[in-house]
């Protein structure tokens, strides 16, 4: 439904050889105005470093050697520097305002790309392993790891080209202490992402990093949502701190109630793995979504079901497909359950998931750059195709980019086509779109 976990050895080599060798209706929203941040507790000191620490320096052999990073370059051209990456644990706030934290990577360009860099603000997609960390290259796992989520594709397609990045763990992933990932909650989303660019930087005066003020969003799958989540959230909550000069998401579940019900009339690709991670995450933040497991979940499944994702290390990612979960909706969900998604707007689940619907209440400031492939069997297109026709009725005039051509020509089979994506629209955001904000803002003084 929203991001495959599996991106395995084949894909990587049939992608980098082929690479080297070489619309439907819009859904609707049930969305209402949106809500200002969760009020933070008054002790909180949002974006605070608690820890920065180097990791490594992830060099361009090093992008030309592995598998992510050589199809990233092939996608997004040759980096121009090295890119040292650090590791930044922050404050911020969790799902109802209290005291968290979080942690993020902090990518720097070096020598051969000149500052002052523009800093991006970068939302990974699904992770549903906490032993992968995007601050720590060596955790990335060629069979279970998508691409979005490796540093080595953060810094080949985005560092290496003169961008400094903030890329947030999220709460409960990474180092973070939370005790739960508030899955596809778009406020948590925002609210670690802002604080991630706090973070970053505070810890750019500390390094001596200069930033030209300039702020981007982007990311992908889960990332994708995240990204508009938090556009929203800085034109809504923050103006004045952030002069935020666009955003590229992509192929995010912006209208994730009608994404929802789409999946459940005709399973999209890992249905039963992230309908469950969204259901127990909405119960702990809503509490709203069943009285005990069994309401939602059959048994065997709904056993321990509320603990289950994320999972702790890959050997019980790969589980998850077809042991400790089903491999369809139909012998997960109940039938109950599902009736009451699809015909009342006011059950529980239906109500979380409106209110994280992104499209409706607000219009958006800064251009937008929204992308996806057509052919996307995990996050269908038209959440792309809904968003710039929500965003044009508002006034706004979003791009809309289909990189299906593209993802196709690899020749990947249709299970890895979600996560090939990822690859192109994170070129074309930074090639098409930010580079050439970036030129016309500094020809006209503006950075």
Request: net charge negative.
């Amino acid at each position: 439904m929203f991001h495959h976990h599996t991106f395995r050895r084949s894909l990587l080599r049939s992608a980098l050889f082929a690479l080297a060798a070489s619309g439907t209706a819009a859904c609707s929203s049930n969305s209402s105005p949106a809500a200002p941040f969760r009020t933070p507790a008054p002790s909180v000191q949002r974006g605070t470093v608690d820890a920065l620490v180097r990791v490594t320096t992830i060099t361009k052999a090093q992008m030309a050697s592995d598998y992510f990073g050589a199809i990233a370059l092939e996608v997004g051209g040759a980096p121009l520097c090295d890119v040292a990456l650090y590791s930044v644990d922050y404050q911020t706030i969790g799902v109802r305002g209290e005291q968290a934290d979080a942690s993020a990577a902090f990518f720097v360009p070096q020598a051969g790309c000149t500052g002052p860099f523009p800093l991006i603000g970068y939302s990974h997609g699904t992770n549903l392993s906490r032993s992968q960390k995007i601050t720590d290259p060596a955790s990335v796992s060629f069979t279970d790891t998508a691409p979005d989520s490796s540093p080595v594709v953060v810094a080949a397609l985005l560092a290496a080209h003169g961008y400094a990045v903030a890329a947030t763990d999220y709460l409960g992933l990474g180092l973070s202490h939370y005790p739960f990932h508030p899955y596809l909650d778009a406020e948590a989303e925002a609210s670690a992402v802002v604080d991630s660019l706090r973070a970053a930087r505070a810890s750019a005066k500390t390094l001596g990093v200069p930033l030209s003020g300039a702020v981007f969003l982007t990311g992908h799958s889960q990332g994708g949502q995240s990204s508009v989540a938090t556009q929203r959230a800085i034109e809504r909550d923050e103006p004045g701190e952030f002069t935020l000069l666009g955003d590229a998401p992509s192929s995010g579940p912006y209208a994730l109630t009608q994404t929802f019900l789409d999946s459940l009339a005709h399973q999209s690709q890992d249905a039963p793995i992230l309908a469950t991670y969204i259901l127990t995450s909405y119960q702990k933040i809503y509490g709203n979504v069943y009285a005990q497991p069994t309401d939602v979940f059959k048994l065997p499944y709904a056993t321990n079901i509320a603990s289950l994702l994320p999972v702790a290390n890959y050997q019980q990612q790969d589980l998850l497909e077809g042991t400790t979960l089903p491999l369809s909706n139909a012998a997960l969900l109940q039938p109950a359950f599902v009736t009451s998604f699809e015909t009342d707007a006011a059950s529980g689940a239906r109500v979380d998931t409106a209110k994280n619907d992104l499209l409706g209440g607000w219009t958006p400031v800064a251009p937008l750059f929204l992308c996806g492939g057509s052919g996307d069997p995990e996050v269908e297109y038209k959440n792309a195709t809904a968003a710039q026709a929500y965003f044009q009725s508002v006034g706004a005039k979003p791009a809309l980019v289909d990189v299906n051509a593209e993802v196709v020509a690899t020749g990947v089979p249709k299970t890895d086509y979600h996560v090939t994506v990822a690859f192109f629209c994170l070129a074309a955001a930074r090639a098409d779109f930010f580079d050439p904000i970036v030129k016309s803002a500094a020809n006209h003084r503006h950075l």
